[in-house]
T-cell receptor, first 117, second 111 residues
């Protein structure tokens, strides 16, 4: 089944303890992206990647790192988590060919709910 | 500074009637416009999209309209079905992978 898999689904951690949220896709997609969803703010893009070793900042990159060493994986790293990073995180991927009417919207994972205490 | 606004947090529509979801944006340089649907405990699902060179795109019960002069995007669902109850997000992009989402509208279809 074509899918984007995030792990873990739920995570409670303490301030300052480094963590990694993994993301893997089995569709051979070039493009991958991370979002966070917060009440009243919708989805905000953290980082995106257009291919292996090519990453760029989204709208809210502060406090996050990413890497794209393999096409299928795009982990999100929080080096020193803080309570304001408590959120619902989504990873997504899509093939090239343009967004919009060519039909290639992102496929999203099921989300990771992170709580930082 | 919100570049994409969905001014209605919620909308209730009778089953079988038309649902109209609205989205306003500020930057006339955006060139792709998309709608996503989200159920609780799931990731968003891509629904339909339109480029700035068109003003309408249809896919079954879903039609997206783009009014560039008004910087306004709308999604029409006809007829509305109970399974359409979800949160709907509009999203815009400008030639690259930077997607900006609206805050969402919760649609409830009343049987």
């Amino acid at each position: 089944e074509a899918q984007v898999t995030q792990n873990p689904r739920y995570l409670i951690t303490v301030t300052g303890k480094k963590l990694t949220v993994t993301c893997s896709q089995n569709m051979n997609h070039e493009y991958m992206s991370w979002y966070r969803q917060d009440p009243g703010l919708g989805l905000r893009q953290i980082y995106y990647s257009m291919n292996v070793e090519v990453t760029d900042k989204g709208d809210v990159p502060e406090g996050y790192k990413v890497s794209r060493k393999e096409k299928r994986n795009f982990p999100l790293i929080l080096e020193s988590p803080s309570p304001n990073q408590t959120s619902l995180y989504f990873c997504a991927s899509r093939p090239p060919g343009g967004q919009g009417p060519k039909g290639y919207g992102y496929t999203f994972g099921s989300g990771t709910r992170l709580t930082v205490v | 500074d919100q570049q994409v606004k969905q001014n209605s947090p919620s909308l209730s529509v009778q089953e079988g009637r038309i649902s109209i979801l609205n989205c306003d944006y500020t930057n006339s340089m955006f060139d792709y416009f998309l709608w996503y649907k989200k159920y609780p405990a799931e990731g968003p699902t891509f629904l339909i999209s339109i480029s700035s060179i068109k003003d309408k795109n249809e896919d079954g019960r879903f039609t997206v309209f783009l009014n560039k002069s008004a910087k306004h995007l709308s999604l029409h669902i006809v007829p509305s079905q109970p399974g359409d109850s979800a949160v709907y997000f509009c999203a815009v992009s400008f030639g690259n992978e930077k997607l900006t989402f609206g805050t969402g509208t919760r649609l409830t279809i009343i049987p």
